[in-house]
């Protein structure tokens, strides 16, 4: 490691560090701002400058940029020289010349890096005293504010959105003092990671436009490490939370899942938490009136108890959506044998068979940091952007991986951005996409084939055969296809670091088999191959490790046993099963209990009916996709009677005396409880630390320091100051009070370091700038390869596709504005959200004699739906495409065989 000396003092760096990255990873502080972890250096805001000395004879030295100078043996240089600090002092002035006065009302104060930026550099007072240049402010759509008069022209937020996110639609205009950063016109920003620029921003140009609808200042909020609950990824947030009313979602470093970003679902996904349909005090229906009346939660957990004393007459109804504590709970109080998942069965048979792929196969569950370094990629079926959205960027970066090596072997670091992009320009690592229609990473593919499902399966299958000749042979391929799969097979075997992605998004079998023959075909010619399998939701993995059975095993077994109780937990059935299916299901079951958190269909349907928390006012554990148990943590209280479902549950168990839970009196109780009776967990896991851990016998502060008005907060109640909640479930307080230092990575409810306010603070947590957090990063694999196991190939090949005159197969199509069930309740999603539509291809479109926008009758599954045409210019002959989550789509199992009558006006 070479060593370098900072102000006379050595230190050992990293091979391989600019000295901006070198100096930050010692903790030390230096000003910047068009440097970013993730971006690169590109010395363009002069911020960073030091004096760099020869040998230890210079005493004159030069003025060099940090980030633009390599962290090599013997390296000397001062930070605190007064040449290099009037400098930096100086650039600081330059930048506030036409920077508005505007910090009290501005949107970012608080936590804004050009504030902190600005004292660290010493510049106090302005001396320009003429007419500042303005611009016009853009409508940009309803995630980001527009302010363009604070811009210091630091051009992060282009290198973001186009380089790094490959959006198109955000450009620097013009030059010099008028530089503008905006769309060509008044649109919304079209990437769907756009909601990263209000955290790559370091002032108050791109700020949280649904914040501002609900705003608080920074330091007010009472913030909690969260995970988000939008898909099965699992990224790491945090939840910040004023007077009872979730405010916004802050991206939470884990450089092993999403790094520094979210997408757009994950950030501004989070209102339905304050939705006025909210479920706040227990309801039971009245027997005569058949309408809700509020019951005390007492009597509302007793009637429960009473209707569940007889365990035959139960069933119960778990989610992928819910805690794996709360699953767990309501399996316990039903059997494991009257358990359902709460996916469908064949949902539920798909998730189960990726569980058993990664974990009895040798290739390696992959997470998002192992994607992003991959450097062969091939994707089979998902369309990522919309069903996995961070794994999608994830790839973006790892087209890169394999030019960049040309960069390094012409000896450019890889940290020199705008060196190695000149470089390689538009040359792109192997990416293969097989997919039913174009996707967003169709721009960075090298081959994309478009094919009905099983034929995207049987291309999988081929791939598998060219790298392995024991893998099942596919008969009657297209010679086209046979030589993009050839072609495949060569890039991955090529690689050093293959990556084959599949899931559960197109509900095809053989497409996941596929997609594990290609990386067990890897592994047996000795690559270390990964694999990464999607999910649909945020614990339809761990709904894999409960083995539950699938709702249409539950509704079979209520409709042929005696069963006079069903519990539903946190579970709209009504968007899984068809309304025939469900309306029966009503008619078998006397008794309906549901404990949700927002009203809908199932709610309305009803006995009885109790509040349950969201991930902002409950605590619990989700698995991701890759197998990563994490802990998600409440972010306020709830005033009302809303809790966690376990504990319904356990309040429920507890009265009927089956089953001991007396020590169910904690988060921490139940999880031991499951992990220890549960055989797939196994075991001792920890998650995060426990509710009795502290630190110098201080629990972990919620709010920063600087949190105020908790004396007002509830002057209009009561003139005395509240004590404040009691939290049994973990170590965290609902105040500033306690440990002041750096939290645990597990517990870090807000990123903060004496002069760093914004989120650039992060870096003071980390081991080393863009490496793990301090203690490591949160949460614990709970699968891992047997990298020695001999593969067993799936065999069954499916057939090819063969269109069927006057149907249509019917495949689902994602959004990921609209398809998931909670975000597409919040405010600004739904203005992103698409209308129902159903979608052909062209020339199918035109045997039919229509047009974009014309509407026509399908008839799917017994209901017939009139709709406007879309037209996908990929899409396979004798294919259509159906839009998942959308109204008047809730229950219709895809795919399925339509048909379509014909154009109407």
Same mark, same amino acid.
């Given at each position: ?320 959506? /819910? ?6 709970? @309501? ?221 249409? =095993? ?11 109780? #069903? ?13 025939? #299916? ?9 008794? $309906? ?24 006012? =409950?605590?619990?554990? &989700? ?31 507890? &009265? ?91 517990? %870090? ?8 306010? =914004? ?29 020695? /196991? ?59 004699? &229509? ?17 406007? $045409? %879309?037209?996908?210019?990929? @899409? ?30």
């Amino acid at each position: 490691m070479p060593t370098i000396y900072i102000d006379d003092n050595p230190y050992e760096v990293k091979e391989g560090k600019n000295l901006l990255d070198a100096v930050l990873s010692l903790g030390e502080d230096l000003p910047y701002f068009c440097w970013h972890p993730d971006l690169g250096s590109v010395g363009a805001c002069r911020q960073c400058a030091v004096i760099q000395f020869q040998d230890e004879e210079d005493e004159q030295g030069r003025l060099v940029m940090a980030c633009m100078t390599p962290a090599s043996e013997g390296t000397r240089i001062s930070i605190q020289h007064p040449d290099a600090s009037q400098f930096r002092e100086n650039v600081i002035e330059w930048l506030m010349v036409n920077h508005p006065h505007d910090c009290p009302v501005c949107d970012e104060g608080g936590e804004c890096h050009l504030q902190d930026m600005t004292v660290m550099s010493g510049h106090n007072y302005r001396d320009f005293r003429f007419k500042k240049r303005t611009h016009r402010n853009q409508d940009l759509g309803p995630f980001i504010n527009h302010e363009m008069n604070r811009c210091i022209a630091c051009y992060r937020c282009v290198r973001y959105y186009r380089d790094y996110a490959g959006g198109g639609d955000l450009q620097a205009f013009a030059a010099h003092d008028h530089v503008y950063f905006g769309r060509h016109e008044d649109g919304v920003l079209e990437s769907e990671f756009s909601g990263n620029l209000v955290e790559v921003c370091p002032t108050g140009v791109f700020t949280d436009k649904t914040l501002k609808r609900h705003y608080t200042r920074k330091w007010d909020l009472q913030s909690a490490p969260s995970i988000c609950n939008h898909c099965g990824l699992g990224c790491n947030t945090i939840a910040g939370e004023r007077y009872g009313t979730l405010r916004r979602i802050l991206n939470r470093y884990n450089s092993s899942v999403n790094g520094s970003f979210l997408c757009d679902r994950g950030r501004f996904g989070y209102e339905f938490v304050n939705d006025d349909a909210r479920i706040l005090t227990p309801v039971m229906k009245n027997v005569e009136t058949r309408q809700f009346e509020e019951v005390s939660e007492d009597d509302a957990v007793a009637k429960i108890a009473e209707l569940t004393r007889d365990k035959n007459s139960v069933i119960g109804i778990g989610s992928p959506r /819910a805690s794996l504590e709360s699953n767990f709970a @309501l399996r316990t109080l039903v059997g494991s044998n009257r358990y359902s998942s709460g996916m469908s069965n064949a949902e539920t048979e798909l998730v189960n068979l990726s569980r058993q792929i990664l974990n009895d196969g040798p290739a390696h569950s992959a997470s998002l940091k192992d994607v992003e370094k991959s450097d062969a990629v091939l994707v089979l079926g998902e369309d990522l952007t919309n069903t996995a959205p961070m794994m999608a960027l994830a790839v973006r970066q790892a087209v890169r991986n394999q030019p960049v090596e040309k960069a390094k072997q012409a000896g450019i670091p890889e940290w020199n951005d705008n060196a190695v992009r000149e470089l390689i320009q538009d040359e792109k690592g192997p990416l293969y996409l097989a997919t039913p229609t174009n996707t967003k990473l169709d721009d960075v593919a090298t081959k994309t084939y478009n094919a009905a499902p099983q034929d995207l399966a049987r291309f999988g299958f081929a791939v598998a055969q060219f790298l392995a000749e024991e893998s099942p042979k596919v008969i009657g391929l297209d010679e086209d296809v046979k030589s993009m799969a050839k072609s495949a097979a060569d890039a991955l075997k090529n690689a050093k670091r293959p990556l084959v992605i599949s899931g559960t998004s197109l509900l095809n079998k053989s497409l996941i088999q596929s997609a594990a023959n290609v990386a067990w075909s890897l592994c047996a010619n000795g690559k270390k191959a990964e694999i990464a399998l999607t999910v649909p939701e945020a614990n339809s993995m761990g709904m894999s490790f409960l083995e539950g059975q699938g709702i249409e =095993s539950a509704f079979e077994r209520a409709a042929s046993d005696d069963i006079k109780t #069903a519990i539903i937990l946190e579970n709209d059935l009504t968007r899984r099963v068809d309304s025939k #299916a469900w309306n029966q299901f009503l008619k078998n079951v006397e008794n $309906i209990v549901v404990i949700d958190h927002l009203e809908n269909e199932t709610t309305a349907a009803a006995d009885i009916l109790l509040p349950a928390g969201t991930f902002a006012d =409950s605590d619990g554990t &989700l698995i991701n996709n890759e197998g990563r148990a994490q802990r998600f943590f409440q972010a306020f209280e709830d005033d009302s009677a809303v809790q966690e479902s376990w504990r319904w549950l356990q309040g429920v168990l507890d &009265l009927g005396k089956d089953t001991d839970v007396s020590d169910w009196y904690s988060l921490d109780n139940v999880f031991s409880a499951m992990t220890k009776s549960v055989d797939t967990f196994k075991g001792d896991i920890v998650v995060a630390p426990d509710a009795k851990f502290r630190i110098n016998d201080q629990k972990i502060p919620r709010s920063p320091y600087r949190y105020s008005g908790r004396t007002a907060m509830k002057a209009n109640v009561d003139i005395h100051v509240h004590k404040p909640p009691q939290d049994p479930d973990s170590p965290l307080s609902f105040s500033m009070e306690g440990y002041s230092g750096k939290q645990p990575s597990g517990l %870090t409810s807000f990123f903060w370091s004496p002069g760093w306010n =914004s989120v650039q603070s992060t870096n003071k947590y980390k081991n080393e700038v863009g490496g793990e957090l301090r203690g490591g990063d949160p949460g614990i694999r709970l699968i891992e390869p047997k990298r020695n /196991a001999s593969p067993k190939y799936f065999t069954e090949v499916p057939e090819p596709f063969s269109p069927r005159e006057g149907e249509w197969l019917s495949i689902p199509l994602h959004h990921i504005f609209g398809s998931e069930e909670l975000s597409a309740k919040s405010f600004g999603l739904s203005k992103r959200a698409p209308e129902p539509y159903v979608a052909l291809n062209p020339s199918s479109a035109e045997k039919l004699g &229509l047009q974009m926008e014309s509407r026509v009758s399908v008839k799917l599954d017994g209901t017939e739906h009139t709709l406007p $045409i %879309t037209l996908h210019e990929n @899409l396979p002959d004798g294919v259509i495409g159906l839009p998942v989550g959308l109204p008047d789509f809730n229950g219709i199992p895809l795919p399925n065989w339509s048909k379509i009558s014909g154009a109407t006006e």
